[in-house]
């Protein structure tokens, strides 16, 4: 991947499904690099294991950009 202040990573979290988008760039109209999609998003308890989800589910892009 790119330079970690280049690379945000953005979580569009629904009711049934999570979404995470691995982008890019500093204009209004990054590039993404790549997606992930959490399913059953309705069904985590509580924010502490959202966040849990989070991270495990975009670990490989956290390990790249650090």
């Not at 629904?14 to 999609?37: A, F, I």
């Given at each position: 991947?790119?330079?970690?202040?280049?690379?945000?990573?953005?979580?569009?979290?629904?009711?049934?499904?999570?979404?995470?988008?691995?982008?890019?760039g500093?204009?209004?109209?990054?590039?993404?690099?790549?997606?992930?999609?959490?399913?059953?998003?309705?069904?985590?308890?509580?924010?502490?294991?959202?966040?849990?989800?989070?991270?495990?589910?975009?670990?490989?892009?956290?390990?790249?950009?650090?």
């Amino acid at each position: 991947m790119n330079n970690a202040s280049d690379v945000v990573i953005i979580a569009d979290w629904g009711n049934s499904h999570g979404r995470l988008y691995c982008v890019v760039g500093d204009s209004l109209e990054p590039k993404v690099l790549e997606r992930t999609r959490i399913v059953g998003v309705k069904n985590i308890p509580n924010a502490r294991n959202a966040r849990v989800e989070f991270i495990t589910a975009a670990s490989d892009w956290i390990k790249n950009i650090l």
